[in-house]
């Protein structure tokens, strides 16, 4: 699949110091690439209400993306309790 990133998701990032985390990311972001379809990935939870919108666990923190004509559009990575305020 292909994979675009939004800038709110380089600003997370940013605000990230937990490099265990940050490696967990790394290494979904290339199993995202490898997945050709978004069954193959696991922790995967559709937004109710967003017929686009998706979130996938990672440790305490979630990652929201939208999944259009096989392209994931990265979007947000924050602590589970943020993740609803600020996605989608």
Do not use: C, W
Request: charged share 35%; hydrophobic share 40%.
């Amino acid at each position: 699949m292909k994979i675009k990133y939004h800038k709110s998701l380089e600003k997370d990032l940013r605000k990230i110091n937990d490099k265990k985390i940050k490696q967990k990311l790394k290494l979904i972001i290339l199993k995202m690439k490898e997945a050709q379809v978004l069954d193959e990935l696991t922790s995967i939870k559709k937004l109710a209400g967003h017929p686009n919108a998706f979130r996938m666990r990672i440790g305490s923190y979630r990652l929201g993306f939208y999944y259009e004509n096989n392209t994931l559009i990265l979007s947000r990575f924050v602590k589970r309790n943020d993740i609803y305020k600020l996605f989608p």
